[in-house]
């Protein structure tokens, strides 16, 4: 090995593994938000890999229940998106908490992809940014706890009517709210 190897051998092992990781991994039974959110150390808390989380990563969530509300802001690129999967369909719960949204993603060339959300707030997916795709997603069972007020609530919605090119894509959603108590709920917005 040679002096330049050598250099660049002490360079790499002292910058985070994340910083280059195209695959970040979750798991809610066996991570813990310490690890380098590797398959064999994965995060607990999708939190900590959405600020992780750079144009071209994957962020794969174990099945399992997650009791957090999200604020995912990292944007991926037109030929870098950020993906963000659960390892089976549904398998990984989203549960939001208190009276607003669940998921808010603000975060362009993002995708959302198999996720099963319920909660307490008025929200379960709400994107802001543009070249989004929320898909295969079951959104359901979200409570309105903060009452039927001019901000409504939805399953899914873009609130953002100045984002363009977001597509929402074979989702099913339901139980949203009360039926007949607010008018202002919808399933998808």
């Not at 991926?76 to 719960?93: E, F, N």
């Not at 009276?99 to 929200?123: H, K, M, P, Q």
Request: hydrophobic content about 35%; proline content about 2%.
């Amino acid at each position: 090995m040679n002096f330049n190897q050598k250099i660049l051998i002490t360079i790499l092992s002292s910058i985070s593994i994340n910083s280059f990781a195209s695959e970040l991994y979750l798991s809610v039974q066996n991570g813990k938000d310490s690890n380098t959110g590797t398959a064999s150390a994965p995060f607990r808390t999708i939190q900590m890999a959405a600020v992780l989380a750079q144009p071209g990563t994957t962020v794969q969530l174990a099945s399992g229940t997650y009791t957090e509300n999200l604020k995912t802001t990292v944007s991926g690129t037109s030929s870098a998106r950020i993906h963000y999967v659960s390892d089976s369909k549904g398998g990984a719960k989203i549960i939001g908490t208190g009276t607003e949204v669940a998921w808010l993603n603000n975060g362009s060339y993002v995708d959302i992809d198999g996720f099963d959300v319920s909660g307490s707030g008025r929200l379960g997916i709400q994107n802001e940014a543009s070249f989004v795709v929320i898909k295969n997603n079951h959104v359901h069972d979200i409570q309105v706890s903060g009452g039927c007020n001019g901000s409504g609530g939805a399953g899914i919605v873009n609130s953002n009517y100045s984002a363009p090119d977001n597509d929402i894509i074979g989702n099913v959603v339901h139980n949203i709210g009360t039926p007949g108590a607010c008018n202002g709920v919808q399933g998808i917005w």
